[in-house]
């Protein structure tokens, strides 16, 4: 079972995971490649969570949000029941509800930017039931392109910090699989 610690660092790209893949859909300019430093401030039930979290990750424009190919798009589209996307010049709106591990995600999403230089998606989720006695969580999440990636870097490889005790994590692409695949196999 996760904890709460973890999964409180953990809805924020929750939110992300559900809001990107529909944004692709509807043709919203992949990030440009390079490192980029995104930037995560949360409010869970009211209440400012530590951070904010900072992650640097390294963005292959081609391989951009892998959730959009075609096989999860399909698994995306049976774990969400409503995904309205609007979108007017550099400024996208998605409200959608998503089941994640037992939970009704209801979201309301807006992503602005140019995704070559710099972007902003602030994000209000409801959680039904209460996840860890969470109900509400709010986030805006800030990106902006630093530079090339960092020698040895590639696509999904990422450093993150503000995570409390003030410490860093990195993590590569096969890393994240392999845990991915370890939660679904022993549980939450």
């Known amino acids: 079972m996760a904890t709460p610690a973890r999964s409180l660092f953990l809805l924020p790209l929750i939110a992300a995971t559900l809001t990107l893949p529909a944004a692709h859909a509807a043709d919203m300019p992949l990030r440009k490649s390079g490192l980029w430093e995104i ?78 230089n710099a972007y902003r998606m602030e994000s209000q989720s409801r959680f039904t039931p209460p996840m860890n006695g969470m109900a509400t969580m709010d986030a805006t999440m800030t990106g902006k392109w630093l ?30 699989k392999k845990m991915q695949q370890m939660q679904q196999q022993y549980g939450r």
């Open 39 to 116: 930037k995560t401030d949360t409010r869970a039930g009211g209440q400012k969570m530590p951070g904010p979290m900072v992650m640097q990750m390294c963005i292959d424009q081609s391989k951009d949000d892998m959730t959009a190919e075609p096989g999860d798009m399909r698994e995306m589209k049976k774990r969400c029941s409503k995904m309205d996307v609007k979108q007017s010049g550099n400024k996208m709106t998605v409200d959608s509800v998503c089941m994640h591990e037992g939970h009704t995600v209801s979201s309301h999403t807006v992503i602005s930017g140019d995704m070559n």
């Open 147 to 176: 530079g090339p990636c960092k020698p040895g870097q590639t696509h999904g490889s990422m450093t993150l910090s503000g995570m409390g005790a003030g410490g860093t994590f990195k993590m590569d692409p096969e890393t994240m």
